[in-house]
């Protein structure tokens, strides 16, 4: 934005009014742990599907203290995180970080960062489907009454026939929890690796449907357990002998991607998602490649 | 209430549409219809009063339209009534409880752990897009039951119970019969081993040999398990076979009850005396 365009912005885009509703909205999810609450949703100059949801909630809280961090699948350079943190910082003007541990807010699609989070920091989500029940139950007028009523036996019997059919649970990601023993709750498209990091964890979550229009949030210290049975436990992705190829970490959630080579074609190598990590092991050289 | 009554229902009622000052003497059995012809408004149940006994077999009886599938599903607390109570006492529990006070959540968690219902229509109680063993394992799955071996094996028992092909367990239920689907609806009711059954024309719709096959398996679970039934039938013949005592209803109201010989034998409202001579 140009200098003398800033009269045109109030700080965080968002009218005040807006911003306002979307808060009683944030305070009512973190009130009711993985409850759907309804909000008015407002157009902005990204498309639906962006992060629009995750985005509302962030120009809604962020205050001029905070330090910013935006991520895309772990990634701080993505087309997604670059693009938001220059539409948030234009019309806040806050500082931005790529360090986890600097940032007071991170917005995030699909991941959750490898450093564990601290009680002055928020997570913010960008969510694509609200709804875990939407897999069994398309009409929202009867899943709001199952969730009401706690009535998740389909959902179950969906995870149950996965067991059945395929030998074991088959949700790659958008895994389904229980928050505080009563709501089912979407995780996002977070991989299955990151869902343990929602339980008991210091930080504030917050998720945001754009599309949707529906917040939901899980608070500190909030029991998050996934959906599994006695003899099919939950599962993180794992494969045995996958490493970083930049900094050699194993304990980490690894992409593969194809690097083309000269002479025999290339190859598929794995790396860490979150760039911020892998980049801190890198200088700290806590592990050589 | 008796001691040994399961459940108690007491002047309960059901009706669809605002009411008006007519209604009272425009409708019900006198009158031979339900509906008030002045504000259309629907008697569905009118001050409906009985009591089952644990491990009694009860019948209701009566037209289409006569209120007893409504009087069932409010039992079933899938409907809610306008007024009355409905005493339920667990056996060996503690006081009773009046099910209509029950919240949302505790209405459904009292439906799936203490009762168990077959419809009419099977697509009503099975879900369509799940196997057959998926639909039967829904009610294990509400009741907490979180081991994927365990639910096969109790999936497999009531399988053999109500004489379907353990083979066939994965199976989608649109690739069963009419009378399988109905024994599917069964072990599905009976898999949290339910207080009441109740059992909503569970045989229409189906050729008589397989009527006779599902009424057979019904009174041998009965016998074995000594389960408590609500049994709703416009058909004499299923009530007779199943029921040791029978409700007559007609326009929303109960017009006879008794033991079931009894109304078959002597009955005392011209309804009755009009549906028993029909049946034989």
Request: include cysteine.
């Amino acid at each position: 934005m140009q200098q003398n365009d800033d009269h045109l912005y109030t700080f965080g885009l968002l009218d005040e009014d807006a911003k306002r509703e979307i808060r009683r909205s944030l305070l009512k999810a973190v009130a009711i742990p993985g409850h759907q609450v309804p909000f008015a949703s407002r157009d902005l100059p990204i498309a639906r599907g962006w992060g629009t949801g995750g985005l509302q909630i962030t120009l809604a809280i962020i205050t001029p203290e905070d330090t910013l961090k935006v991520i895309d699948q772990g990634d701080d350079a993505g087309v997604n995180a670059v693009n938001l943190r220059r539409l948030i910082t234009q019309t806040t003007g806050v500082a931005t970080t790529v360090a986890t541990s600097e940032a007071s807010l991170i917005q995030t699609r699909h991941r959750i960062p490898e450093e564990p989070l601290r009680a002055d920091q928020i997570l913010v989500l960008q969510v694509p489907m609200v709804d875990p029940l939407r897999w069994v139950e398309p009409n929202l007028e009867r899943a709001t009454v199952m969730h009401g009523e706690a009535d998740y036996g389909r959902m179950w019997v969906y995870m149950y026939e996965s067991v059945v059919r395929a030998g074991d649970l088959r949700i790659a990601s958008q895994y389904p929890v229980m928050v505080n023993g009563r709501y089912m709750m979407d995780t996002t498209p977070i991989p299955r690796w990151d869902v343990p990091r929602l339980d008991m964890a210091e930080a504030l979550f917050l998720f945001g449907a754009g599309r949707e229009k529906r917040i939901y949030a899980v608070p500190p210290h909030t029991s998050v357990v996934p959906l599994q049975f006695e003899d099919y436990p939950f599962r993180t992705e794992y494969q045995a002998g996958q490493r970083c190829v930049r900094c050699g970490a194993e304990n980490t959630f690894l992409t593969s991607h194809f690097v083309a080579g000269p002479a025999d074609g290339g190859q598929w190598v794995t790396s860490c998602s979150d760039t911020n990590f892998c980049d801190q092991r890198l200088g700290a050289g806590e592990v050589q490649p | 209430m008796t001691t040994t009554s399961l459940l108690h229902v007491a002047d309960l009622h059901k009706r669809y549409g605002p009411g008006c000052a007519a209604c009272a003497e425009l409708t019900g059995p006198s009158q031979g219809r339900s509906q008030c012809p002045r504000c259309g408004t629907v008697y569905a149940c009118v001050a409906a009063n009985f009591s089952l006994q644990t491990g009694e077999v009860l019948g209701i009886v009566g037209e289409s339209g006569s209120g007893k599938s409504t009087l069932l599903q409010m039992v079933n607390l899938s409907i809610a009534a306008d007024q009355g109570q409905i005493w339920y006492h667990e056996p060996g529990g503690s006081a009773p409880v009046d099910l209509l006070r029950m919240d949302a959540y505790a209405a459904r968690r009292f439906r799936n752990d203490r009762l168990g219902i077959v419809h009419q229509r099977p697509e009503l109680g099975l879900n369509m897009h799940f196997s057959v063993g998926g639909n039967v394992a829904e009610k294990l799955l509400l009741a907490e039951w979180r081991h994927v071996g365990r639910i096969r094996g109790r999936t497999s028992e009531l399988k053999l119970q109500t004489e379907l092909p353990p083979e066939r367990i994965d199976d989608e239920p649109y690739t069963f019969s009419g009378g399988m689907l109905q024994r599917v609806q069964i072990a599905k009711a009976l898999a949290s081993r339910p207080s009441l059954l109740l059992l909503d024309e569970v045989t229409s719709g189906l050729d008589l040999s397989v009527q006779a096959r599902v009424l057979d398996l019904i009174r041998r679970i009965q016998w074995e398990e000594q389960i408590t039934m609500l049994l709703v039938s416009h058909d004499l013949g299923v009530i007779r076979q199943l029921a040791r005592r029978t409700i007559v209803m007609k326009n929303g109201h109960i017009i006879e009850a008794g033991l079931t010989d009894q109304i078959m034998e002597d009955p005392q409202h011209p309804y009755t005396q009009l549906l028993v001579s029909s049946a034989l």
